[in-house]
């Protein structure tokens, strides 16, 4: 079975500071990792995906995240936050013997203070 | 068309009437995804398309949601009997096939049931 575990429904940071937040996952197999954003009234946007190629994946708007097998992590940062990057973030994990549907975390919101 | 498109974008329902849900994928998508997003339970999968036929099924809460996909194209999620709890956005997603880690994902259909 998967699961994903992101660690703080709520996270401020002021603008240009650094943008951590955690997604840590569980997986029988090989897990593919995303992290998506979701704005006010609006779907879900793919930032960036792991898919067992480069551990280190760069996404849109600036932001990466890097998959650790050995913390079962995938964490995503922003070196420096912008007010646009307030949204949800949800990260999620997949695997094709579940038909590749996706398992989300519970979603962290980003507040980005002036 | 450009993007997964969700029909209607709202919608208001008695508690007890019958609802349709309607969800247009990326032209040449074959695989079709439907989620619900709600308060307490956060994101959950719901059922997955491939072509017309739905090998996953699991997400179904109960036997009073459906769906079906016809032409290999436009997807119907049907609630039946509808219950306050089934108050939710629901968010239709499609990717190229079933092996395209990358699935796009539409504005949703918020469902309020009074």
């Known amino acids: 079975a998967q699961s994903v575990t992101q660690l703080g429904s709520h996270v401020s940071v002021s603008e240009g500071a650094l943008v951590l937040l955690r997604c840590n996952y569980s997986s029988s197999v090989p897990p593919y990792l995303f992290w998506y954003v979701q704005y006010p009234n609006q779907g879900l946007q793919l930032l960036l995906k792991y898919t067992s190629a480069a551990t280190l994946v760069k996404g849109i708007n600036g932001f990466e995240a890097e998959f650790k097998k050995s913390e079962t992590s995938f964490h995503l940062t922003k070196p420096s936050a912008h007010m646009s990057d307030a949204a949800e973030y949800f990260c999620?994990?997949?695997?094709?013997?579940?038909?590749?549907?996706?398992?989300f975390g519970s979603g962290t919101r980003l507040l980005v203070r002036p | 068309g450009a993007g997964v498109s969700q029909s209607p974008s709202n919608k208001v329902t008695e508690k007890g009437k019958d609802v349709e849900l309607r969800c247009d994928p990326i032209s040449g998508h074959t695989a079709l995804y439907w989620y619900r997003q709600s308060l307490g339970q956060g994101l959950e999968f719901l059922i997955y398309?491939?072509?017309?036929?739905?090998?996953?099924k699991s997400g179904l809460p109960s036997d009073r949601f459906s769906a079906e996909r016809t032409g290999g194209s436009v997807s119907t999620l049907t609630i039946q009997r509808t219950q306050q709890e089934d108050s939710a956005v629901y968010l239709c997603?499609?990717?190229?096939?079933?092996?395209?880690?990358?699935?796009?994902f539409g504005q949703g259909t918020r469902l309020t049931v009074v």
């Open positions: 398309f491939q072509g017309n036929s739905a090998p996953d």
């Open positions: 999620a994990v997949s695997h094709m013997d579940s038909s590749y549907k996706l398992i």
């Open positions: 997603a499609s990717s190229l096939h079933s092996s395209d880690t990358e699935a796009f």
